[in-house]
T-cell receptor
Framework: SQKIEQNSEALNIQEGKTATLTCNYT??????LQWYRQDPGRGPVFLLL?????KEKRKERLKVTFDTTLKQSLFHITASQPADSATYLC?????????FGSGTKLNVKP | EPEVTQTPSHQVTQMGQEVILRCVPISNHLYFYWYRQILGQKVEFLVSFYNNEISEKSEIFDDQFSVERPDGSNFTLKIRSTKLEDSAMYFC??????????????FGDGTRLSIL
């Protein structure tokens, strides 16, 4: 069955630095991959979507890459701020079924 | 900005009882979803719903679960005979448009279900 892996350990970085989060998947060929942010006690909030034929997508300080050969997506936050502290979830998708990774908790220290 | 709303925010139920979780998706959306998240664990897909029928479901979504869109606005998840392991946060989501996972899902803030 499909497996989605994200770093289970928290990522601690200094404000202003670039955070890079990794999502690896196996036994799966998603047509799309989405990234979400989840704050404690809240539902996930959509951030970015990238299609299988796209290598890179950007939105403001966010950048996502998608390597279907490596079966990996990288999520970057540049010029990170304490307000970026949250858990970030990747969700590869085919049509109408979405599998979420367990998420990586990002802590941005001032 | 339109949002997905879920009620109640917290539901406490005795084991073996039926429970209905309610969601009001964004009004012009076409696809509806239920997920659950056990405390400290990942968000798990339960079911997707389109055109008044189930589109996909996971192994978790067994005969104890059912979904319904009883009118033009509500989307419900029913658990017939709750078990202790059903305790979790349940999220409803909706998305608009046609095509696959091309459109973002909008999530509600969940119903925390506690089975005693």
């Amino acid at each position: 069955s499909q497996k989605i892996e994200q770093n289970s350990e928290a990522l601690n970085i200094q404000e202003g630095k670039t955070a890079t989060l990794t999502c690896n998947y196996t036994n799966y060929s998603p047509a799309y991959l989405q990234w979400y942010r989840q704050d404690p006690g809240r539902g996930p909030v959509f951030l970015l979507l990238i299609r299988e034929n796209e290598k890179e997508k950007r939105k403001e300080r966010l950048k996502v890459t998608f390597d279907t050969t490596l079966k990996q997506s990288l999520f970057h936050i540049t010029a990170s701020q304490p307000a970026d502290s949250a858990t970030y979830l990747c969700a590869p998708a085919n049509f109408n079924k979405f599998y979420f990774g367990s998420g990586t908790k990002l802590n941005v220290k001032p | 900005e339109p949002e997905v709303t879920q009620t109640p925010s917290h539901q406490v139920t005795q084991m073996g009882q039926e429970v209905i979780l309610r969601c009001v998706p964004i009004s012009n959306h076409l696809y509806f979803y239920w997920y659950r998240q056990i405390l400290g664990q990942k968000v798990e897909f339960l079911v997707s719903f389109y055109n008044n029928e189930i589109s996909e479901k996971s192994e978790i979504f067994d005969d104890q679960f059912s979904v319904e869109r009883p009118d033009g606005s509500n989307f419900t998840l029913k658990i017939r005979s709750t078990k202790l392991e059903d305790s979790a946060m349940y999220f409803c989501a909706s998305r608009g448009g046609l095509g696959g996972g091309n459109q973002p899902q909008h999530f509600g803030d969940g119903t925390r279900l506690s089975i005693l």
